[in-house]
């Protein structure tokens, strides 16, 4: 049975089923400038701080990563109501809730997803009985955490009534936390946790994961302060109704600073921002 699309904002109190089945896992800058050559800096860091440069290993830390479970289970959720063509009935039936966690990769691209349920039925000797019950639901690409689908008449049958008393299941999509991005609407927000200061002050490039499986380059040719970001246009998440992209805003949380400089350090520092206000 195909799922049909409802504006019920709520997901009601329908009870939940067991074994739900296995599953898979722009903005500015506010930058600030001082008017000093880069290559100064670049000669002075490189004596004074090599230490505090760094690659990707330095700045990211590792970025391998693996898929996480799908979790099912009673309970409500916020809806995005989907436009399939229908104007939404009025409810007459309860429904049972089922949550279908996908990974952020499997929003992006679309996926298809089987589970089984186990339904109260009435059975032939007027007993209620458990009866399984496959269910695929076809994600489309875009799909947003709390994307809900309605199966009709395919949840609980009331006690010693037929099958036309069965509720409806609700299928609600579950986004699963992704290890280095979040979103935000089609965006996604990588979050750098700090740079050196050589780096704030000399700039860098850096190499990230696209959620597409394509690497991305940022560069960061100013001075950086915390807070600063990037943004990589049209990489980010599908929007499901119109096919675009969003971006990829990169930003950077900390600069850290050394905790000890040696008095030439200190000259040397003084020297290079002589031509800057205090």
Known sequence: ????????????????????????????GGFTTHEFSNEDAERMFKTFFGGMGGGMSGIFGDMGGGA???????????AEDMDWGH????????????????????????????FTIKRQVNGPNGMMTEKDETITVDVARGWKDGTRL??????????????????????????????WFEREKDNLIFQVPSISLRSALVGFKAKIPG????????????????????????????????????????????????????????????QAFSTTSA
């Not at 195909?2 to 739900?20: D, L, M, T």
């Not at 996480?68 to 916020?78: S, T």
């Not at 104007?87 to 089987?114: A, F, I, M």
């Open 1 to 28: 049975m195909s799922p049909s699309a409802n504006g019920v904002a709520g997901a009601g109190a329908g009870a939940g089923f067991a074994n739900a089945g296995g599953g898979f896992p722009g903005a500015g």
């Open 150 to 179: 309605t199966y009709q008449k395919l949840g609980h049958e009331v006690a010693g009534q037929g099958p036309e008393s069965a509720a409806d299941l609700v299928v609600v999509i579950k986004e699963a936390k992704h290890r």
């Open 87 to 114: 104007t939404p009935r009025k409810r007459s039936r309860g429904e049972c809730v089922v949550n279908l966690e996908c990974t952020l990769e499997e929003l992006y691209t679309g996926t298809q997803k089987r």
């Open 211 to 270: 959620i597409d499986g394509v690497e991305l380059e940022v560069a960061f040719d100013d001075c950086t302060e915390a807070g600063s970001s990037r943004v990589v246009r049209n990489k980010g998440m599908i929007n499901s109704r119109t096919g675009a992209r969003g971006d990829v805003i990169v930003k950077i949380q900390k600069v850290t600073f050394p905790n000890h400089l040696t008095e030439k350090q200190k000259t040397l520092i003084k």
């Open 68 to 78: 996480r479970g799908a979790a099912f289970g009673a309970g409500g959720g916020g």
